[in-house]
């Protein structure tokens, strides 16, 4: 992809109609990891691959999920950097909103804020577009409600989402599955399943599964997923590819 001079800001259009910059910026989110998010019958899912880059890393740290609030959370890929700053200012969204009016924001209404916030950097010359895009999920009084933010500043509403390197195999599998008539318990190993079958499709090397909810069982508040009961579903999620491939 060459921008020929287009390239050098990314408030200037090419011939044909491209911004480089936001493309490029698309580039990084699309050679990350994978994550996605489901909405179930009783809340939400986010779940996370997140490589292990050094056999000295420790597991279970360097978080791509994240709350913002007690009823929302989110979960980031691309420069992981780019996204906690795009986490905070979720955040301050929500804390000032709260304060002003009152009552806990809505997913939607975080959702909008961000995605502006995000499309600001891709209206001048001394910004560059966030190299990260996310998924948010919430739980409020109309329910559950699942939004995905892109780097160009685009926020749409999903039953189900995902983005980074394994989009399209992730997105195959989750319109194979009705998580509307699931519980967020039930999804699980689902979503785990997915996010294995992602990471085997580009042979990455050591990588774990990161699983979050909003659900009755949480007392409807974001919370991980506790560690056993994630790698619990994460051995039956890998079990059953297994099976499914020494079938074949």
């Keep these: 992809m060459s921008g020929s001079y287009y390239d050098i800001s990314s408030m200037t259009y090419s011939p044909d109609g491209r911004v480089f910059q936001v493309e490029y910026s698309q580039k990084v989110i699309e050679n990350s990891e994978t994550v996605i998010g489901v909405k179930c019958k009783d809340g ?9 880059h050094s056999t000295l890393q420790v597991e279970n740290t360097h978080k791509r999920i994240f709350t913002v609030d007690k009823h929302i959370g989110m979960v980031v890929t691309g420069k992981i950097p780019d996204g906690v700053h795009i986490v905070n200012r979720a955040r301050s969204e929500s804390k000032e909103y709260t304060e002003t009016f009152g009552v806990p924001i809505s997913g939607k ?32 009084a109309s329910g559950p409600s699942l939004f995905m933010y892109e780097s160009n500043g685009v926020c749409v509403g999903y039953h189900a989402c995902a983005i980074g390197k394994g989009k399209q195999t992730a997105r195959s599998e989750l319109e194979k599955r009705d998580f509307k008539s699931m519980t967020c318990r039930e999804a699980l190993q689902q979503i785990a399943k997915i996010i294995n079958l992602c990471h085997e499709e580009f042979k990455e090397k050591r ?5 979050s909810w909003i659900c009755a069982e949480t007392n409807y508040q974001h919370q991980l997923v506790p560690l ?14 297994e099976r499914e491939q020494m079938g074949e």
Excluded: M
């Design 228 to 241: 056993q009961l994630r790698d619990e579903v994460d051995k039956k999620a890998k079990d059953e590819i």
């Design 109 to 140: 209404i975080l959702a909008d804020r961000l995605g502006q916030f995000v499309h600001v950097n891709t209206l001048y010359y001394f910004y560059r577009p966030y190299g990260s895009a996310g998924i948010i999920g919430s739980y409020d």
């Design 207 to 211: 990588f774990e599964v990161e699983l």
């Design 44 to 52: 939400i899912v986010l779940g996370s691959e997140k490589l292990l």
